[in-house]
């Protein structure tokens, strides 16, 4: 590649209205870390930090409300104890001149009733069970059987995103993103395999995507759009063995468009499988890209001259990278050198402590 791709890459720019260093982001990252009352230990504080130099840090999933969670040790945004713990990763990645936006999830069915308030069970647009496992306090479990949301409860999930978001402000974050992504609630609502509702928000794609798009505004009233993401993953299956939509070109397409409408900071796609090879030729992600109109965050399998074409070529703003940041916390610095990347051993992807999370190596400068 030459110089002036690598020029790219490593250029300033703004997504939506916040302003990057580079255009490689950090992609969301499960490390299930947190205390089991959704609050961070200072070690977030030194995981972040390491990894500033990204344009753009996304940080992992984290938990909107105690209903919205379906894993052991992940973070949330919904008590003041989480937003202040949070504060204290957003301001050590600005003190290294870094940004930082929070990734808002709710899990819907992907749960199970032991990491429920009083062993409730799950909820989800339809009362379908999710297959695969969730992390519990016992180990591996196969998701609960949830129950179908009442349209009258929708109101009160709004509020829950709304309140995410204001504790999102008062930590200090740069932005948000929701997460619309990878069989999780609001892609559960989006596609027709799993959203068999008869209200106002099934049926058509229109009706599906209602209540994604009626939590992207509540969101961006409080954020303003253009510090609101949004991600996707039109392809992915393997969360929750969630099947396809069956039109997942229109149904996404549709998603995209209307939310480019609202002028948001970015969309950012999952492009292909999660944890699988890049599928970008399998969907034509370049016409959600289009329909969206504005920054376009491209993710899934991409290495370095992959990136650099991405983004030279104008197919992508930014490219987000997963696991490289888990062993190289330097990595931005280490893509600019075409150094060599460490690969992390997937033993040290989730729980534990700072081994496996913050004593990988820099390479220096």
Same mark, same amino acid.
């Given at each position: 590649?030459?110089?002036?791709?690598?020029?790219?890459?490593?250029?300033?720019?703004?997504?939506?209205?916040?302003?990057?260093?580079? &255009?490689?982001?950090?992609?969301?990252?499960?490390?299930?870390?947190?205390?089991?009352?959704?609050?961070?230990?200072?070690?977030?504080?030194?995981?972040?930090?390491?990894?500033?130099?990204?344009?753009?840090?996304?940080?992992?999933?984290?938990?909107?409300?105690?209903?919205?969670?379906?894993?052991?040790?992940?973070?949330?945004?919904?008590?003041?104890?989480? /937003?202040?713990?949070?504060?204290?990763?957003?301001?050590?990645?600005?003190?290294?001149?870094?940004?930082?936006?929070?990734?808002?999830?709710?899990?819907?069915?992907?749960?199970?009733?032991?990491?429920?308030?009083?062993?409730?069970?799950?909820?989800?647009?339809?009362?379908?069970? /999710?297959?695969?496992?969730?992390?519990?306090?016992?180990?591996?479990?196969?998701?609960?059987?949830?129950?179908?949301?009442?349209?009258?409860?929708?109101?009160?999930?709004?509020?829950?995103? &709304?309140?995410a978001?204001?504790?999102?402000?008062?930590a !200090?974050f740069?932005?948000?993103?929701v997460?619309?992504?990878?069989?999780?609630?609001?892609?559960?609502?989006?596609?027709?395999?799993?959203?068999? &509702?008869?209200?106002?928000?099934?049926?058509?794609?229109? +009706?599906?995507? &209602?209540?994604?798009?009626?939590?992207?505004?509540?969101?961006?009233?409080?954020?303003?759009?253009?510090?609101v993401?949004?991600?996707?993953s039109?392809?992915?299956?393997?969360? !929750?063995?969630?099947?396809?939509?069956?039109?997942?070109?229109? %149904?996404?397409?549709?998603?995209?468009?209307?939310?480019?409408?609202?002028?948001?900071?970015?969309?950012?796609?999952?492009?292909?499988?999660?944890?699988?090879?890049?599928?970008?030729?399998?969907?034509?992600?370049?016409?959600?890209?289009?329909?969206?109109?504005?920054?376009?965050?491209? +993710?899934n399998?991409y290495?370095?001259?992959?990136?650099?074409? /991405?983004?030279?070529?104008?197919?992508?703003d930014?490219?987000?990278?997963?696991?490289?940041?888990?062993?190289?916390?330097?990595?931005?610095?280490?893509?600019?050198?075409?150094?060599?990347?460490?690969?992390?051993?997937?033993?040290?992807?989730?729980?534990?402590?700072?081994?496996?999370? %913050?004593d990988?190596?820099?390479?220096?400068?």
């Amino acid at each position: 590649m030459s110089d002036i791709h690598g020029m790219d890459l490593f250029k300033p720019a703004f997504i939506g209205d916040i302003e990057v260093s580079n &255009r490689v982001a950090m992609a969301p990252l499960t490390r299930s870390r947190a205390g089991m009352d959704g609050v961070h230990t200072p070690l977030a504080i030194d995981y972040y930090r390491q990894r500033a130099s990204a344009g753009l840090i996304i940080t992992e999933a984290t938990n909107i409300s105690r209903q919205g969670r379906g894993y052991a040790y992940t973070p949330g945004i919904y008590t003041d104890a989480q /937003a202040e713990a949070w504060r204290g990763v957003t301001d050590a990645v600005h003190a290294e001149g870094g940004k930082i936006v929070v990734q808002l999830w709710h899990v819907g069915r992907v749960s199970h009733s032991s990491l429920q308030e009083n062993g409730a069970s799950p909820v989800a647009p339809s009362a379908i069970p /999710a297959g695969g496992t969730v992390y519990t306090l016992a180990g591996n479990e196969a998701p609960s059987m949830p129950r179908a949301l009442e349209t009258a409860e929708l109101p009160g999930l709004l509020e829950d995103y &709304r309140r995410a978001a204001r504790l999102a402000k008062a930590a !200090g974050f740069d932005g948000v993103e929701v997460h619309a992504a990878n069989g999780y609630l609001l892609d559960q609502f989006l596609r027709d395999s799993t959203n068999h &509702r008869t209200d106002f928000y099934g049926g058509s794609v229109e +009706n599906r995507a &209602r209540f994604p798009i009626e939590v992207v505004t509540a969101v961006a009233e409080i954020w303003g759009a253009g510090r609101v993401g949004v991600r996707i993953s039109p392809l992915s299956t393997a969360i !929750g063995n969630t099947p396809l939509d069956s039109d997942p070109q229109a %149904t996404y397409g549709y998603f995209a468009r209307q939310l480019g409408q609202l002028r948001l900071a970015y969309l950012h796609a999952v492009e292909g499988q999660l944890r699988d090879a890049n599928g970008a030729s399998a969907l034509d992600f370049k016409a959600l890209h289009e329909g969206f109109g504005g920054s376009y965050i491209a +993710n899934n399998g991409y290495n370095r001259d992959m990136a650099h074409a /991405a983004v030279a070529s104008g197919y992508a703003d930014m490219v987000s990278f997963g696991r490289a940041f888990i062993g190289n916390p330097d990595l931005v610095e280490r893509l600019r050198k075409d150094a060599p990347l460490h690969d992390a051993p997937q033993s040290a992807y989730y729980g534990g402590g700072a081994q496996g999370y %913050t004593d990988f190596p820099a390479i220096g400068v």
